[in-house]
């Protein structure tokens, strides 16, 4: 990979481990990550007509993409309610890389090299082995987390796929924000009725502020894809949970214990492996 592609990526890593410590923070987390999409959107609907239109046999991959969006939102919300930060973060970046790389490889017959799929191991087994031991999360926190990785996964290869067929990493981006902006508040009107957004709150601020560094982190890495192999980027990306995992002990009060930092060493190292595999 590239030095530009390897900044993208550690770039997004820590803008998502960011957004993801606001939404565990929230007291209502389906309300907060609704409102999170709210500034994606607007920032993202002014470049949807700068941009060039996608290719029109992209726009299947943007609405499936969005959709699996919107179930992730779900999962990952539901996942949060029983786990810490520390602990469900891993869990749900860490069943994605793998995952990711066999269905590019299957759909897409990208192959990895011998150094990649080595980055790519560690990478998968040293975020994994932070959500082991006594101290791990609830079954009910694993199963969800684990589900949300699956989703994860999913929408990786979408995205993986879709930008190229796209032909505009910027325009596929704009939409899919737009997308999954429009059908997440539907959903929670669905399942909750009613959204009621108050901009004099501080905390639908701080929403905002989440969204915006969501936005960035998925832009980042979607540009990303449109420049190298989707396998090795999304484990690169991977990477965010050692800055979600110091995130959470400086900001969010959990704990920091000597297997977590070992396993960030080991995904620390699985980067490093795909950082001189280009």
Same mark, same amino acid.
């Given at each position: 990979?590239?030095?530009?592609?390897?900044?993208?990526?550690?770039?997004?890593?820590?803008?998502?481990?960011?957004?993801?410590?606001?939404?565990?923070?929230?007291?209502?987390?389906?309300?907060?990550?609704?409102?999170?999409?709210?500034? $994606? @959107?607007?920032?993202? *609907?002014?470049?949807?007509?700068?941009?060039?239109?996608? &290719?029109?046999? #992209? +726009?299947?991959? %943007?609405?499936?993409?969005?959709?699996?969006?919107?179930?992730?939102?779900?999962?990952?919300?539901?996942?949060?309610?029983?786990?810490?930060?520390?602990?469900?973060?891993?869990?749900?970046?860490?069943?994605?890389?793998?995952?990711?790389?066999?269905?590019?490889?299957?759909?897409?017959?990208?192959?990895?090299?011998?150094?990649?799929?080595?980055?790519?191991?560690?990478?998968?087994?040293?975020?994994?082995?932070?959500?082991?031991?006594?101290?791990?999360?609830?079954?009910?926190?694993?199963?969800?987390?684990?589900?949300?990785?699956?989703?994860?996964?999913?929408? $990786? @290869?979408?995205?993986? *796929?879709?930008?190229?067929?796209?032909?505009?990493?910027? &325009?596929?981006? #704009? +939409?899919?924000? %737009?997308?999954?902006?429009?059908?997440?508040?539907?959903?929670?009107?669905?399942?909750?009725?009613?959204?009621?957004?108050?901009?004099?709150?501080?905390?639908?601020?701080?929403?905002?502020?989440?969204?915006?560094?969501?936005?960035?982190?998925?832009?980042?890495?979607?540009?990303?894809?449109?420049?190298?192999?989707?396998?090795?980027?999304?484990?690169?990306?991977?990477?965010?949970?050692?800055?979600?995992?110091?995130?959470?002990?400086?900001?969010?009060?959990?704990?920091?214990?000597?297997?977590?930092?070992?396993?960030?060493?080991?995904?620390?190292?699985?980067?490093?492996?795909?950082?001189?595999?280009?």
């Amino acid at each position: 990979m590239s030095p530009i592609v390897i900044v993208l990526a550690l770039s997004a890593a820590v803008l998502h481990a960011t957004w993801n410590a606001f939404l565990r923070s929230g007291a209502d987390r389906l309300w907060t990550v609704t409102v999170m999409s709210f500034s $994606g @959107t607007i920032i993202a *609907i002014p470049f949807a007509f700068i941009f060039p239109l996608p &290719a029109s046999s #992209a +726009w299947i991959y %943007i609405a499936l993409s969005s959709a699996l969006q919107v179930g992730y939102t779900f999962f990952l919300v539901a996942a949060y309610r029983y786990g810490q930060l520390g602990q469900v973060y891993p869990i749900v970046r860490g069943t994605a890389p793998l995952l990711v790389t066999l269905g590019t490889f299957l759909l897409a017959g990208e192959r990895p090299s011998i150094a990649q799929a080595i980055g790519v191991t560690l990478v998968a087994v040293g975020i994994m082995s932070l959500a082991l031991g006594k101290s791990r999360a609830s079954w009910a926190s694993i199963l969800f987390a684990f589900a949300t990785g699956v989703i994860v996964a999913s929408y $990786g @290869t979408v995205d993986s *796929i879709g930008v190229h067929v796209a032909q505009h990493a910027g &325009a596929y981006a #704009a +939409w899919v924000f %737009i997308g999954y902006g429009t059908m997440l508040p539907l959903a929670f009107v669905l399942v909750r009725r009613n959204l009621t957004v108050n901009f004099g709150e501080p905390d639908t601020w701080k929403a905002l502020g989440g969204g915006i560094a969501a936005l960035f982190a998925y832009a980042l890495v979607v540009i990303a894809f449109s420049l190298g192999p989707a396998g090795p980027i999304t484990a690169l990306r991977e990477t965010s949970v050692v800055f979600a995992i110091l995130i959470g002990w400086l900001f969010l009060g959990e704990t920091l214990t000597a297997r977590r930092i070992v396993a960030g060493a080991i995904v620390a190292l699985g980067a490093i492996c795909l950082g001189l595999a280009r």
